[in-house]
């Protein structure tokens, strides 16, 4: 198999992978609000700081270098992980705003949406468990 063959293959399958991947919204069971992709998007560029029913948001996020949080940001929030975090700097440095609680993985998400009523999050649409409730997907 040539160079340009291998190269279509790799193409191919990452596309593929791609296409098949989805990233989940995911909030508390217990959470009552409408929660919609406009929403979402509000939340995680700090415009909204509450739910619709009035309960104060924490905000949870997935490392920049994972697959999922770039995926997220550009389908939920239409930037790229390099303007998210220009965006963010500009809130932080004029006191703005607050960004969202990095964690490790998806677990670490599913666990503290499922502690927090107030929490949301975004995972792989793979990890998500019946602990938590998907509000949006991408």
């Known amino acids: 198999m040539n160079f340009f063959n291998k190269m279509l293959v790799i193409t191919a399958l990452m596309i593929s992978h791609n296409a098949l991947s989805e990233v989940v919204v995911i909030v508390n069971k217990s959470n009552s609000g409408d929660v919609d992709a406009t929403l979402v998007k509000k939340i995680y560029l700090g415009k909204a700081k509450a739910f619709s029913n009035g309960e104060k948001v ?3 996020t997935l490392p920049t ?17 390099s303007q998210f975090k220009s965006y963010w700097s500009k809130l932080v440095f004029t ?19 499922k502690k927090d009523p107030s929490a949301i999050g975004f ?3 793979n990890d ?3 602990e938590v409730k998907v509000v949006v997907n991408y």
């Open 65 to 81: 270098n994972q697959d999922d949080t770039e995926y997220f940001r550009e389908k939920a929030l239409s930037k790229s992980n």
């Open 95 to 113: 006191g703005k705003g607050t960004p969202a609680t990095e964690v490790d993985s998806a677990a670490d998400i599913i666990a503290a949406v």
């Open 123 to 125: 995972v792989n649409s």
């Open 58 to 60: 924490t905000v949870y």
């Open 128 to 130: 998500v468990n019946d």
